[in-house]
């Protein structure tokens, strides 16, 4: 199964929201925020009215999770932040894992990118593997991957060779004349020998600079990812 294949998997699974207890307008407003999501939001009242206000989200017809409307707006506040400084898509990776996303711009990929960069950085330890379709996109990310290259964290970066390749010794350069890595954008993380902190953003370009695709911190689809960038493309000792 290529990336490509694995997105349109995940594209082909939806997700609901629903709005217990609340007005239309609350309905309609999550909708507009969850436009570019592969979420369908739905209103419904219990029987009694109570408890006031709250959202679930149910993935197959099963509750995933509960929490009040208020609350959930609070965890999306940041969403539209780009600027990456407090890790603005940290909610939403929590509670909307492996959920399609439409037509995002660089910006956002951007700043969904830097968690799972900030999350190696942490663990310190592992490998990274991040595809950024062409060397001129990797060159402007050449300082912070040089950077992360000379932590104990093992970098693999992959790109489709549009220029001369950077000239860099601190992480493993797989050049790919592959559409697969010129249409991919890709980071992921196989948590340094810990599940919890396996984690991976993988998109594709539809149309021009519009990405669709979604993020995961379930091992197995992290694993996946990882397997088929290996048998495709095979990790190179540095």
Excluded at 14 to 25: F, M, R
Excluded at 129 to 156: M, N, W
């Amino acid at each position: 199964m290529s990336l490509s294949e694995l997105i349109a998997g995940v594209e082909a699974h939806e997700q609901t929201l629903t709005v217990y207890n609340a007005g239309a307008a609350a309905s309609d407003e999550l909708r507009a925020q969850f436009a570019d999501r592969n979420i369908r939001v739905e209103t419904e009242r219990t029987e009694s009215g109570r408890p006031d206000e709250f959202v679930t989200l149910s993935d197959d017809g099963e509750v995933v999770t509960a929490t009040s409307l208020a609350s959930f707006r609070d965890e999306l506040s940041s969403m539209d932040s780009t600027d990456g400084s407090d890790n603005p898509y940290r909610s939403l990776l929590d509670h909307l894992d492996e959920t399609m996303f439409t037509s995002w711009s660089i910006d956002r990929l951007v700043a969904a990118s830097r968690e799972i960069e900030d999350r190696a950085w942490r663990v310190g330890t592992g490998a990274l593997h991040a595809g950024f379709q062409t060397t001129s996109t990797l060159k402007g990310e050449l300082d912070l991957y040089t950077r992360l290259g000379e932590t104990d964290v093992d970098v693999h970066a992959y790109a489709y060779p549009d220029t001369d390749p950077p000239d860099q010794d601190r992480f493993t350069l797989h050049l790919e004349r592959s559409s697969e890595i010129a249409e991919s954008w890709f980071v992921v993380f196989d948590g340094g020998g810990d599940d919890e902190q396996k984690s991976a953003l993988l998109a594709e370009e539809r149309e021009p600079r519009a990405f669709y695709g979604f993020w995961t911190y379930d091992p197995t689809t992290v694993d996946y990812i990882l397997r088929h960038l290996e048998s495709t493309y095979g990790f190179v000792e540095q």
